[in-house]
């Protein structure tokens, strides 16, 4: 039985202030909850202060991307090491708004994937589609693409990640992938995993992200192979957030 997982990105949002009332609200709230694993994906600016109040709780936190470096000269970038030095658990690797603003590849993707790993930290890999991808048919293809440099790694490094399954065309605009739209990606993706190794598929965990919310994550979480969420906007309030938590509890 997987124990699911709700993961909240951050991205560029955030204070000293404003973080110490969110996170002391998450704190409090998850102590509510059972059966389900929670963690917070924040900038690197405040991993000390996540790790401070934290470090007691049974939220994990993490970070929004890595170098694919584990040192040298690469003024501004940050490394896994680095990372695990402030107790990160997990580091998101591959989100659309990097691929696409800051131009990865999935084969950098796929070192990243790596470095996270080399470093002690799992992994969540983000995997999706834009809508004209979608209109054209084009999301296994365009799946299978992002994933496939990832999987040449060998197939025993998804024993150690988490994926995650973000169509581009949802991302903060408001709409979301109906949970029937969302289980038949989710249940490619994990058919393909399983092609190559089915206890491995069977254990892996694939979240979903694209405009998750208290309304909604119930029914995304009832599906079989939807194993909880990668939540953006909603992991900001601390009340949205743990209702989101409280849903893949059930």
């Not at 659309?96 to 969540?124: H, M, N």
């Not at 490619?188 to 992200?209: H, S």
Request: proline residues 4%; charged residues 20%; neutral net charge.
């Amino acid at each position: 039985m997987r124990q699911k997982l709700v993961a909240g990105n951050w991205k560029m949002h955030g204070s000293l202030v404003q973080n110490k009332v969110l996170l002391d609200a998450l704190v409090t709230g998850r102590k509510s909850l059972r059966n389900v694993s929670c963690a917070v994906c924040v900038p690197y600016p405040y991993l000390f202060q996540a790790r401070m109040i934290l470090h007691d709780s049974e939220l994990a936190w993490g970070a929004q991307n890595l170098s694919p470096f584990d040192h040298g000269a690469y003024t501004g970038e940050v490394s896994g090491p680095m990372l695990k030095d402030f107790g990160c658990r997990y580091v998101i690797v591959g989100h659309s708004e990097r691929r696409t603003l800051q131009c990865e590849d999935s084969a950098l993707v796929a070192r990243k994937f790596k470095a996270a790993q080399a470093a002690g930290l799992i992994p969540i890999l983000c995997v999706g589609e834009t809508l004209a991808e979608r209109e054209a048919g084009a999301t296994e293809k365009i799946i299978s693409d992002q994933l496939e440099p990832v999987l040449a790694l060998g197939i025993e490094a998804m024993t150690n990640s988490v994926l995650a399954y973000e169509p581009v065309w949802a991302i903060g605009t408001g709409k979301n992938a109906s949970p029937e739209q969302a289980q038949a990606v989710h249940t490619f993706i994990r058919q393909g995993i399983a092609a190559r190794d089915p206890e491995i598929a069977a254990q892996l965990l694939i979240l979903y992200g694209g405009s998750v919310k208290a309304g909604n994550a119930a029914a995304l979480f009832a599906m079989r192979d939807i194993d909880g969420g990668l939540i953006g906007g909603a992991s900001l309030k601390a009340d949205e957030f743990l209702a989101i938590c409280a849903a893949a509890s059930c």
